[in-house]
T-cell receptor, first 114, second 114 residues
Framework: AQSVAQPEDQVNVAEGNPLTVKCTYS??????LFWYVQYPNRGLQFLLK??????LVKGSYGFEAEFNKSQTSFHLKKPSALVSDSALYFCAVRDSSNTGKLIFGQGTTLQVKP | KAGVTQTPRYLIKTRGQQVTLSCSPI?????VSWYQQTPGQGLQFLFEYFSETQRNKGNFPGRFSGRQFSNSRSEMNVSTLELGDSALYLCASSLAGQGIHEQYFGPGTRLTVT
């Protein structure tokens, strides 16, 4: 069965410092991976996706993610964190059923302090 | 382009009642998926519709149902509401067809069952 794990419930980082939000996955077949962000009382916003190709994927708002097949990881990164990046981040994998079903991790709260 | 819209945004219902939630996808998007978000269970897939047909279904009881209309708009219905159905219900739309397409989420409908 496909699954996604986000090992950290919360990540704290100072503004201006680099940030990493971790994600590991388990899939049968090719991994199609996504990162989403959720602000309070809002829906999820798409940040980036990995389908194939370059292991470093660039996305919205300066975020990028590094795909590592041997470690089955897809960590979200940003070189310099902003206070406005504080939100709930979800990693997801598309189900192997070849439909629109996404399987989400439990989410990581990112807190960026001034 | 307008984003995914969901109505109503907030709903309070009594146990045993039924409820219908509505979702209008982004113009041109033919796939609509529904998710339930709760603090305890996180984000869980309910079902996906494409071309008015249910393409995939999550592990929810039959009280949860949905449909899609010819204009791709979708509704989900929950009958005989239980307290545990209190959640944020998110609708997402995506392009269909060839390729791996990201989903775009609406703001959600917050359902409270008393």
């Amino acid at each position: 069965a496909q699954s996604v794990a986000q090992p950290e419930d919360q990540v704290n980082v100072a503004e201006g410092n680099p940030l990493t939000v971790k994600c590991t996955y388990s899939v049968s077949g090719n991994p199609y991976l996504f990162w989403y962000v959720q602000y309070p009382n809002r829906g999820l916003q798409f940040l980036l996706k990995y389908i194939t190709g370059d292991n470093l994927v660039k996305g919205s708002y300066g975020f990028e993610a590094e795909f590592n097949k041997s470690q089955t990881s897809f960590h979200l990164k940003k070189p310099s964190a902003l206070v406005s990046d504080s939100a709930l981040y979800f990693c997801a994998v598309r189900d192997s059923s070849n439909t629109g079903k996404l399987i989400f991790g439990q989410g990581t709260t990112l807190q960026v302090k001034p | 382009k307008a984003g995914v819209t969901q109505t109503p945004r907030y709903l309070i219902k009594t146990r045993g009642q039924q409820v219908t939630l509505s979702c209008s996808p982004i113009s041109g998007h033919r796939s609509v998926s529904w998710y339930q978000q709760t603090p305890g269970q996180g984000l869980q897939f309910l079902f996906e519709y494409f071309s008015e047909t249910q393409r995939n279904k999550g592990n929810f009881p039959g009280r949860f149902s949905g449909r899609q209309f010819s204009n791709s708009r979708s509704e989900m219905n929950v009958s005989t509401l239980e307290l545990g159905d209190s959640a944020l219900y998110l609708c997402a739309s995506s392009l269909a067809g060839q390729g791996i397409h990201e989903q775009y989420f609406g703001p959600g409908t917050r359902l409270t069952v008393t």
